[in-house]
């Protein structure tokens, strides 16, 4: 069995209820494997998960320069810029959904959290301009097309406001 197969099984049996069991077994593979950017990044979701938030981050730190790819720093992203915004720390959980966006643009996951930092940050307006942006760009139903150049107006007028240059709301008319 391979490392990644044991960190499967490990995340596979966790209770997000109780993830005392799931740090334990995870510890053994830390110590094993300090530096192995799929054991951080377990370990930091699990800390995550049980709400410890603090030491999740600087697991996920050490995840993100110890190397993940392809979808499992996907996640990480998300994780991470979550966990910033649970701590407070708007601005950087930003800066890392801006990052992370840029490389995964094709993730609605990441432009959601976004909008939940920038909610949480106070900047309601563009929170819910992100979200039309979402809904435009990854809903992909007759209704939703035929009104895309209302919801793409309004999500820019909304988002004028976040500026301070208001503007009149566009009509959902047919287009």
Same mark, same amino acid.
């Given at each position: 069995?391979?490392?990644?197969?044991?960190?499967?099984?490990?995340?596979?049996?966790?209770?997000?209820?109780?993830?005392?069991?799931?740090?334990?077994?995870?510890?053994?593979?830390?110590?094993?494997?300090?530096?192995?950017?799929?054991?951080?990044?377990?370990?930091?979701?699990?800390?995550?998960?049980? !709400?410890?938030? &603090?030491?999740?981050?600087?697991?996920? *730190?050490? @995840?993100? /320069? %110890?190397?993940? #790819?392809?979808?499992? =720093?996907?996640?990480?992203?998300?994780?991470?810029?979550?966990?910033?915004?649970?701590? !407070?720390?708007? &601005?950087?959980?930003?800066?890392?959904? *801006?990052? @992370?966006? /840029? %490389?995964?643009? #094709?993730?609605?996951? =990441?432009?959601?959290?976004?909008?939940?930092?920038?909610?949480?940050?106070?900047?309601?307006?563009?929170?819910?301009?992100?979200?039309?942006?979402?809904?435009?760009?990854?809903?992909?139903?007759? #209704?939703?097309?035929?009104?895309?150049?209302?919801?793409?107006?309004?999500?820019?007028?909304?988002?004028?406001?976040?500026?301070?240059?208001?503007?009149?709301?566009?009509?959902?008319?047919?287009?």
């Amino acid at each position: 069995m391979t490392l990644d197969d044991e960190l499967d099984l490990i995340v596979e049996r966790r209770n997000r209820d109780n993830m005392q069991p799931t740090i334990d077994a995870l510890m053994p593979y830390y110590a094993a494997h300090p530096e192995n950017a799929r054991v951080l990044y377990e370990v930091g979701g699990a800390y995550d998960t049980a !709400g410890q938030e &603090d030491l999740a981050r600087g697991f996920y *730190e050490m @995840a993100l /320069a %110890a190397g993940l #790819d392809g979808d499992l =720093l996907r996640r990480c992203y998300v994780q991470y810029g979550s966990t910033l915004r649970n701590l !407070g720390a708007y &601005d950087r959980s930003l800066e890392v959904f *801006e990052a @992370a966006r /840029a %490389a995964f643009p #094709d993730s609605p996951a =990441l432009g959601a959290f976004e909008a939940i930092t920038l909610h949480a940050a106070g900047r309601s307006n563009e929170s819910v301009a992100a979200l039309l942006d979402l809904v435009v760009n990854f809903v992909s139903t007759p #209704d939703i097309a035929r009104y895309t150049p209302a919801i793409n107006g309004n999500a820019a007028s909304i988002r004028a406001l976040e500026n301070g240059h208001p503007q009149g709301a566009i009509p959902a008319e047919d287009q």
